[in-house]
Each structure stands twice: as structure tokens, then as C-alpha cells.
């Protein structure tokens, strides 16, 4: 059988899967068993009160992909401890946390690339046929399809290690003033974690987690060395390494909270004022393509006009 026979079974199959997908995610449901297992993964959700929620599409969505995601995912699980192991850290720096995330995302990556193959052997058998360039656009839909998930992926990960960067040290001085009103680091990590939830959504969440593992019994060295490789952020690593040293020699926390707070805020207003110096080159293209030739024709069209109509004069 030929590319030609095959792409019509191709796109029923990939169509029905996408039927069944929506039939179940409207069907969705969820019980108080589920609702409560998901509050002991996140313990935001208790205090956000989700857990009495109705379910939702997304919801539902993220339930079929967990159901199809042990079976889809094994065509592209890592092979070796370390490429799992880096997988689990691209997925936690991008704030997926779940044990079954990097399973979840191998499935999006197969379902993106039968839709990519889909929707370019639609427009190859319908706008080239069987040629070299419906060839082409099969190839380039399923290419496109396949690291569309990376891509994205690794935007989050940008978008959210910047926004963890920025919320940090109001996180970090609200910290000091917690441990020096006389509250400890569990005590005080759970305080930030409640008042800045809506400004430090991430900062927060990482702080939640933390203590829930904490309440879990894991060792505290264990719990913030996991907090820096989870953010992926350098200045939450040098914070995680300041806490783990001064939790092993005694030292004062508060101090050290202190002087990370202000090297973090010089950081942050240096690289403020190294984007305000950038803007002057960064405006230099759109003035150039397309504020430059408006000025132009309204100062020289006129004399333009006019040296034309002496010549025709002439």
C-alpha cells in the first residue's frame, strides 16, 4: 500500500481519537475520593476550597490524558536514568509537579504528532496530491506537531523562572519578618505561602510544597536542595544552599534571609536598568521601517508634488 491508501485510514484514525477525546471529557467526572487525593498532592487546594468544586473540562481533559498516558508514553520514554531524570527536571521548572507529568507530556507529543501528520497529509492530498511537495508537507506537519509540546514547554519554563526571579525578594523580606517576629522556617515558609498567594503564585506554591513534604518527615536538607532543582532558578538554588548551611551550623537564619533578600533586589533593579539601556537599540528597527518613511512622505511628498509639476509645466 502507497502513501495514498495509507493517509485516508490515517486521518479516520486520528479524527475518531479526537471524537473519543471530547466524548470523555465531556462525560468527565470526578468523586470525593479524587478530590481529596488531589488536595494531598497540592495542598492549595484546600485552602483555595477546590476540592468541593464542580469538575471542568480541563479537568476532565487531564483525567483522559492520565488514563491514556502509562500506554501512549512508552514509545518515547527515556531509556536511560539520567534522560528520565532530566525530563522530571524540565517538567518541575516548568511547575508541573505531578509523578505522572512526564508520562502526560510523551502523550502530548504522540497526539500532537498524529495531528500534525493529519493535518498535513489533508493539505498534501488535497492542494499538492501525491508529489514530492505533498511529501514535504506530511513530513513538515508531523515535524511540527511532534515539537510543538517542546517548544512550549520550554516557554514556561522561561515565563515562570523570570516571574519566580521578580516575586522572590518581596517573599524573601516578608520571610525576615517572619523568623524575626519569633516563627520558625516551617512556621514562617507556610505564613508567606498564605498571604502572597495571589502576587507569589509560584514562589508560593514552591513554599506550600515544601512544607507538605516537611510535615511528610523528609529531612529539611533534603526538602530545600529539592526546592532549588524544582524552580530552576540560580538565586533560589544560592537561597536553598544559604538555608541548608545555616540549618546545619546554627547560624541565624534571619541574617542570612536578610543578605540574600538585598543581593537579590540589587540583581533585580540591575537588570531593570540593563533592559532600560537596551530599549534605545530595540527602537531603533520599528523607527526605521516604520515611522521613518511616514515622515519622509509628509515632508517630501509636498516639494515632490511640486518639482513634478514645474517640470510638467515646463
Known amino acids: 500500500m502507497d502513501l495514498k491508501q495509507i493517509l485516508p485510514y490515517a486521518i479516520f484514525g486520528v479524527i475518531t481519537f479526537i471524537v473519543w ?3 470523555t471529557m465531556v462525560q468527565g467526572r470526578t468523586n470525593r475520593v479524587d478530590d481529596r487525593l488531589d488536595e494531598l498532592r497540592n495542598p492549595l487546594l484546600r485552602q483555595k476550597g477546590k476540592g468541593d468544586a464542580k469538575p471542568t473540562s480541563s479537568s476532565a481533559m487531564g483525567n483522559v490524558l492520565e488514563k491514556a498516558a502509562p500506554t501512549l ?4 520514554e527515556p531509556r536511560t536514568e ?3 531524570s532530566d525530563l522530571k527536571t524540565r517538567m518541575a521548572n516548568g511547575g508541573f509537579n505531578a509523578p505522572n507529568a512526564p508520562a502526560i507530556f510523551l502523550t502530548i507529543k504522540i497526539i500532537m504528532l498524529g495531528l500534525g501528520f493529519a493535518i498535513g497529509g489533508g493539505i498534501a492530498l488535497f492542494k499538492y496530491g501525491m508529489t514530492q511537495n505533498g511529501i514535504t508537507s506530511v513530513i513538515l506537519g508531523a515535524g511540527i506537531g511532534f515539537y510543538l509540546p517542546e517548544i512550549i514547554l520550554r516557554l514556561m519554563i522561561m515565563s515562570r523562572k523570570e516571574r519566580i526571579f521578580l516575586a522572590l525578594p518581596d517573599a524573601l523580606d516578608l520571610l525576615v519578618v517572619c523568623v524575626e517576629a519569633g516563627l520558625g522556617l516551617d512556621a514562617a515558609m507556610r505564613r508567606v505561602s498564605e498571604e502572597l498567594e495571589d502576587t507569589a503564585t509560584d514562589v508560593c506554591s514552591e513554599f506550600a510544597m515544601c512544607n507538605m513534604q516537611l510535615q511528610m518527615g523528609r529531612p529539611r536538607r533534603e526538602v530545600l536542595h529539592d526546592l532549588g532543582i524544582r524552580t530552576g532558578v ?4 544560592a537561597l536553598s544552599a544559604i538555608l541548608i548551611q545555616a540549618d546545619r551550623f546554627g547560624s541565624s537564619i ?3 534571609l536578610r543578605v540574600q533578600s538585598d543581593s537579590m533586589r540589587v540583581k533585580r533593579r540591575q537588570l531593570a536598568e540593563e533592559r532600560a539601556q537596551q530599549t534605545a537599540v530595540k527602537m531603533i528597527f520599528p ?3 516604520f515611522i521613518f518613511p511616514g515622515i519622509f512622505v509628509v515632508l517630501v511628498g509636498p516639494a515632490a508634488i511640486m518639482m513634478i509639476d514645474g517640470l510638467l509645466s515646463k
Do not use: F, G
Open 287 to 289: 523607527l526605521v521601517l
Open 73 to 76: 508514553s512508552k514509545a518515547l
Open 234 to 237: 540560580d538565586d533560589m538554588r
Open 21 to 23: 477525546l471530547i466524548a
Open 82 to 84: 539520567l534522560e528520565q
Open 254 to 256: 534571619a541574617q542570612a
